[in-house]
């Protein structure tokens, strides 16, 4: 019997060594980690913090992977088709410049998440760093830019979603199903986070105008908070909340009591004397002329790396998307357009029109934005292949504002220096011109817009009306993402763009050979666009034809698409769809 109660004992003593053993087996620290109770202490755990933020506002903004900001932001206007080298080459893009999307579009899913991860990290800086933590000038700028990015991205999610849900601290487990947020609070957190960072004293703040600041700073800041209160203006009358409110919206604007406030943000940008208009080519405005310009309030510093240029912030996701057809298009010059260029968002021919009648067609700024086939042939000594070559999604015209010529874009992986701004002095001027005639002050009106004009080389105008600043900016910043929500906050998306996707243009060009001196230098480019030629045994009419591409179904629809749906996936983890409180957006 004791031997029994002896092995029963050995037994038991065993298993209890073996659980004990193996629980701590399994309880291995990950080697090169720091749990989160660790961090959030020191200086350098805040500026490690912050870095993660850039990396994340560049993600949701201009990352390499079809750079979602600049194509969802553009292809959603009348400026453009989404483009490609046939069609179906992306049609989740097609679809949202078509109208014919719906909530399980990925690409509105990844926008919409990557702001989310954005607010996350913001929020962990805002929340760590708080109380008897918040003790040094680093962590008192680290989270000073985190309520500027925080309010940055709410003012991107208000504008396309109208009630996003309203995040403001790390959330736990029992918080993660979100209602719809109320447009108020979603507001006054946006105008809370950017007066309080730009009251802080922990933003940088440029001294002259030649500083070279990478964060975001104060004058930044005030841009943006007069940007947020002309927004405003629309999406807190009925906007946020779309279907019949939002063409209501339009007609309470501008009575709004936020357009005084806009103008005193607005202003404190303009008379800090810390900002001026490149005098440049137009054309240069996004190329590495301008880096570090006068005219750029925000911009991402970009570095070239040698040892590593597809995989860093340096790749450059315009040069071979938004470029032209590399199929067809070939360059007999100087010229050395980008090799992997994929034909997207291309100028459509009602964008180009309007922007000639408005500034006339040999315009400086027009043609550092759009050109025309014979252009390209004549100026730039570029043109299609030998023979004869339809190019998809094309009215002829080709975009000149991406447009990269740099051995760094074009011959090493789509690599460049070229900073990149996210606003420009030329936006802030234009938009404080808009709330000063909203405010009655008509000769700050005229003369904030006429210094646009004057550097697009145009006369001086005066009694400017809203009209007339509609017409301007969008040739000002054509291709910049500004468009879209500003047709609907006007009240013309409906009406601009009820045909779009109705059909899709392509246009053929003809190159018949080039001449070149003893030199090698270009003479002479036959090629073009127009006509009808003979080439063997066919015969091939040139210039642009159309093709229907939905017989229904397309086009801007009033009291739907002035608002974004919540993706699908969200609907199924925190939508109504599954009995949670996010409710999804009229017309969806």
């Known amino acids: 019997m004791k031997i029994k109660y002896l092995f029963i004992g050995i037994i038991a003593m065993l298993s209890a060594a073996l659980t004990s053993c193996s629980e701590d087996l399994l309880d291995i620290p990950r080697k090169g980690v720091v749990p989160q109770s660790d961090f959030y202490k020191t200086d350098d755990d805040a500026s490690a913090a912050l870095a993660v933020v850039y990396k994340y506002v560049w993600t949701a903004t201009y990352s390499s992977d079809l750079g979602v900001y600049p194509f969802i932001k553009n292809v959603l206007s009348d400026d453009v088709y989404a483009g490609g080298l046939k069609r179906n080459d992306q049609p989740l893009y097609e679809a949202l410049n078509e ?3 719906e909530a399980e579009n990925t690409y509105v899913l990844g926008y919409f998440q990557r702001f989310y991860n954005l607010i996350y990290r913001c929020n962990l800086i805002i929340d760590n760093f708080s109380g008897d933590n918040l003790d040094t000038e680093v962590k008192k700028s680290a989270v000073a830019q985190a309520k500027v990015w925080r309010a940055w991205t709410y003012t991107e999610l208000i504008t396309m979603w109208g009630t996003p849900p309203l995040v403001d601290h790390c959330l736990t487990t029992s918080e993660y199903q979100q209602s719809n947020g109320d447009p108020q609070a979603l507001w006054n957190l946006v105008v809370t986070d950017l ?10 703040k440029k001294t002259s105008m030649s500083d070279r600041i990478a964060n975001a700073t104060v004058n930044y800041a005030q841009a943006l908070l007069g940007k947020a209160y002309i927004f405003m203006t629309y999406s807190l009358n009925g906007g946020a909340l779309g279907g019949d409110q939002a063409a209501t919206a339009v007609g309470k604007a501008p009575s709004s009591e936020y357009w005084p406030m806009a103008v005193e943000a607005l202003d404190k940008v303009i008379n800090s004397n810390m900002y001026k208009l490149y005098e440049g080519p137009f054309v240069d405005i996004f190329k590495n002329a301008t880096n570090w310009g006068t005219e750029n309030l925000f911009e991402f510093n970009r570095i070239f790396n040698a040892a590593n240029t597809g995989n860093n ?7 071979f998307m938004i470029g032209w057809d590399n199929a067809a298009i070939a360059a007999y010059g100087t010229i050395v357009p980008c090799n992997r260029a994929s034909n997207f968002l291309t100028p459509r021919k009602e964008a180009y029109d309007a922007m000639a009648a408005w500034q006339g067609a040999e315009n400086d700024r027009l043609y550092g934005s759009i050109r025309t086939y014979e252009q390209l042939v004549t100026n730039m000594g570029v043109g299609v292949k030998d023979g004869v070559y339809t190019i998809y999604a094309n009215d002829g015209l080709f975009d000149m504002k991406y447009f990269r010529d740099e051995n760094l874009d074009c011959l090493t992986n789509h690599a460049t220096e070229k900073t990149y701004p996210l606003m420009r002095y030329a936006e802030v001027l234009l938009l404080a ?4 005639l909203m405010t009655g002050n008509q000769t700050k009106a005229d003369e904030y817009m006429n210094q646009v004009r004057r550097r697009a080389g145009l006369p001086d105008m005066s009694n400017i009306t809203l009209s007339d600043i509609q ?5 000002e910043l054509y291709l910049e993402g ?3 929500y500003d047709l609907i906050r006007w009240g013309l998306a409906a009406e601009k763009m009820k045909n779009q996707g109705a059909n899709i243009s392509y246009f053929s060009a003809y190159t018949a050979g080039a001449t070149y001196d003893s030199n090698g230098q270009l003479v002479n480019l036959d090629s073009k666009g127009e006509g009808v030629v003979t080439v063997g045994d066919a015969t091939y009419t040139l210039g642009v034809s159309k093709q229907v591409i939905n017989e229904s179904g397309y086009g801007f629809k009033a009291g739907k698409h002035e608002l974004l749906p919540f993706p699908q996936q969200e609907m199924l983890l925190s939508g109504t769809i599954v009995g949670g409180p996010l409710a999804q957006n009229p017309g969806w």
Do not use: P, V, Y
Request: contains cysteine.
């Open 313 to 319: 912030l340096s790749t450059n996701f315009e040069s």
């Open 195 to 204: 007066t309080e960072a730009i009251n802080s004293g922990a933003l940088a």
């Open 482 to 484: 500004a468009r879209a």
């Open 433 to 436: 011109s808009e709330a000063n």
């Open 99 to 101: 109208f014919t999307f």
């Open 471 to 475: 017409q301007e900016k969008r040739c």
